[in-house]
């Protein structure tokens, strides 16, 4: 949904999805019109689930898939940082300072408790755009500035 909302007002040209798992994010991001995603997993299963997603999808030209932990690839250049990791490693993320600079952040996979302490750091160096929340998980689209309107 919010993804949707995004790409409604504004096409990503790099999309930097950390934590891929299936790849599921970067394949909505590429189906919605993104012309490149950057999938990173450090876990084999995933990955191969997200080459196989990949090839179903005929996106192995716009999806590039690398074996790695999600804080060494946060200098690779991306206008929409996805992180749908653990709350520890997200905290992690959040407190170096090349996770910022990009112009649009989704951040996911957190229940509530954690959600608020996420959202409260980030609210002070980014703009909260919105906010998806369903049973116990919550999801932010969080911006360098005010989304633009559609």
């Given amino acids: 949904m919010l993804l949707d909302r995004l790409f409604s007002c504004w096409m990503p040209q790099r999309v930097l999805d950390l934590g891929t798992g299936t790849g599921i994010l970067s394949l909505g991001c590429l189906k919605m019109g993104a012309p490149l995603a950057v999938a990173v997993d450090n876990n084999d299963l995933a990955l191969k689930t997200a080459a ?3 090839r179903i999808n005929d996106l ?3 999806m590039l898939l690398v074996k790695a932990n999600a804080e060494e690839m946060l200098s690779i250049d991306a206008d929409l940082l996805i992180a749908n990791v653990h709350f520890s490693a997200l905290c992690s993320l959040v407190d170096r300072p090349e996770f910022f600079g990009r112009r649009y952040y989704l951040v996911s996979g957190m229940i509530r408790g954690e959600a608020l302490a996420i959202e409260g ?3 002070a160096r980014l703009v909260l755009v919105d906010r998806y929340c369903e049973e116990f998980w919550s999801t932010y689209l969080f911006a360098e500035e005010p989304l633009p309107h559609p």
């Fill in 52 to 54: 196989r997603n990949r």
């Fill in 121 to 123: 750091r980030l609210k």
């Fill in 60 to 62: 192995a030209d716009r």
